[in-house]
């Protein structure tokens, strides 16, 4: 089995605690969707999307994060022999959907400078332009890809997305709070698949420098961070990167400034 990711995507950190929490082997391979990696011909022509996580079992291919959690947990009964059988419920389904429909990219970008955000978004084109001309065969995927560029930094422009993308964030946390009133974890008293797609939303927050505005200000969360934190699977898909965070953030601004330029030059 194979897995796509990077450690800072979202979903991918959601599929990663998920093979963790689970105890499934898998083969990691890192695509840095910052640097155009995702974009590589190899990786879009099995994903002409893009989009991180891939994961990859034989031919069986899944893009879509419940899909592969899904199919995680069908190989862990499997490979259980049939005890431990422990499938997500209606309730943790449900959940694991609410969590999914909010879609963290434009929160993420619109917290993100302009200057950095601007090079990386030019770059990405760039590198999309190039790639389109080296392998015309994928030129519509590349083309859509394009397309959804620069709808995006329309979007980030519009007010409107902006609002509506934060609203919706306060009304799923204002939700989870009131249901940790009445469970330890989001869907039950054991941590379930809801609880490994609400993490990287919270780890998010924290890594933006928002967890005062949207985890402290909400005392059931508060208390269900510092929980969620003690547990393994955590540790070594999170929380050993919140150190490399400021590292990688000094990276990317100092890529941004001096490789990015050049780079530019070359496409
Ligand atoms: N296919 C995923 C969505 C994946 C997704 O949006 N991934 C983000 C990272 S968390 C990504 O790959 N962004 C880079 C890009 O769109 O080029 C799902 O529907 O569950």
Redesign the pocket.
Known sequence: MQLYHHPY????QKVRLALEEKGIDYTSYHVN?VTGK?MDSSFFRMNP????PVFKNGAHII????EIIQYLERIAAVSSGGDNISFSGREVVAWMQKI?EWN??FFTLSHIPDKYRFYVSKFIRRVLIARMAECPDLAGAYHN?LREAHETEDKLKNKNVLQGNREHLIRLLDEVETQLNESQYLAGEDFSMADVMLIPVLARLVLLDLKDEYINSRPNIAEYWVLVQQRPSYKKVIGRYFDGWRKYKTLVKTWCFVRIRSMLRRY
């Open positions: 995507s979202l979903d991918s969707p995702n999307s893009g989009k991180l893009f879509n994060t419940i999914q963290p990219k890809k």
